[in-house]
């Protein structure tokens, strides 16, 4: 989530809405896949979240291609007062917004028997605690990051990492303590990898090269995603996880596919993201709640769930692009809820 100062970059605007799209459609469909186990709608829901598992960590890519950049003067005390607390104080703030509006929804209109499990923070609102970990990780990561032999290093440890915690820690668990790091030092590989990506220069041939790996890596999370899940008779969500290789490999190949796909293009570029480009963070705070009106089974239902889904998700971002506009609008708050 880079600040309203930061240089445009055209490339990292492109991917900023498409990741935007990619988070709600996401949330789309997730709600299909406890429904017609094994059945078409299922498989639609499967095979489209898979799609998009690079939502999350082409998120964490973007701001790791600006914060590390020794173009941008970042010092610690940045880091601590003004970054984090911004994200906390929005974090906190939209955590009783979505609390209040599941009680007036299930309480107080639906006179459901109150649970406390409704005063918890709402489902994607960890983003942001994630974020604001891997920011106080800035002053450390960015000597990594103007290093190139370092850099490669680190995210050759943390390839192994993501290799290893999907593969071996639940069955060899001896070595589940090599790969015992938390989700924070996850979520700073794809911070660094961003910032790589960004600064690399690659030939024809190395561009197919991730373009392919990331292609079969979308087929692999396919695959394994429904095949493991028939195997068990109930949904898997372990090829879902976003730090591992495969889904890492889906967000690389997006990330320099936007990024070379764009060169050139200049003030033309922009003019295709301008007008939503400020209100993006606001969209992925607001969506969920037009989530609860829009994503019903029986909305689902009205057409094919191909077509279907992708149209809830359009739905969605349009109502939250102008809730958030309207946020916008109201002095003090806005600076509260969209930081």
Request: glycine share 6%; net charge positive; aromatic share 14%.
């Amino acid at each position: 989530m880079p600040d309203n100062n930061t240089q445009r970059i055209a490339y990292l605007d492109i991917l900023r809405l498409v990741a935007t799209l990619a988070v709600i459609f996401i949330h789309v469909v997730a709600d299909g896949l406890p429904l017609s186990f094994g059945q078409y709608n299922w498989y639609v829901a499967v095979v489209g979240g898979s799609l998009v598992r690079w939502a999350v960590p082409v998120f964490v890519m973007i701001s790791g291609a600006l914060y590390l950049n020794p173009q941008k003067q970042i010092t610690t005390k940045t880091v601590l007062k003004r970054k984090v607390p911004r994200l906390l104080l929005a974090y906190v703030s939209w955590w009783l917004i979505y609390a209040l509006a599941i009680v007036l929804v299930w309480y107080v209109i639906k006179k459901e028997p109150f649970q406390v499990e409704w005063l918890t923070p709402h489902y994607h609102l960890w983003f942001l605690p994630m974020l604001c970990g891997v920011y106080l990780l800035i002053p450390l990561l960015r000597p990594i990051a103007s290093d190139r032999k370092l850099l490669r290093y680190a995210l050759l440890i943390w390839l192994c990492y993501l290799a290893g915690s999907f593969v071996f820690v639940d069955e060899i668990k001896q070595i589940a303590p090599l790969f015992a790091m938390n989700t924070l030092v996850g979520y700073a590989g794809y911070f660094l990898l961003g910032y790589y990506l960004s600064s690399l220069e690659t030939t024809t041939g190395q561009r197919w090269v991730i373009y392919i790996l990331g292609m079969v890596s979308a087929l692999a999370t396919i695959g394994g995603s429904i095949g493991l899940s028939l195997s068990k008779g109930a949904f898997d969500e372990k090829f879902y996880t976003y730090l591992s290789v495969h889904v890492m490999m889906m967000a690389a190949a997006l990330f320099v596919f936007v990024k070379e796909r764009t060169a050139g293009r200049g003030s033309k570029t922009y003019r295709l993201v301008d007008y939503v480009r400020h209100d993006l963070f606001g969209i992925y705070l607001t969506h969920d709640l037009w989530l609860m009106v829009l994503n019903k089974e029986i909305v689902r239902n009205v057409f094919n769930q191909a077509f279907m889904l992708p149209l809830i998700c359009i739905a969605v971002f349009v109502l939250s692009l102008y809730t958030t506009k309207l946020i916008r609008k109201i002095p003090f708050v806005n600076k509260i809820l969209i930081p």
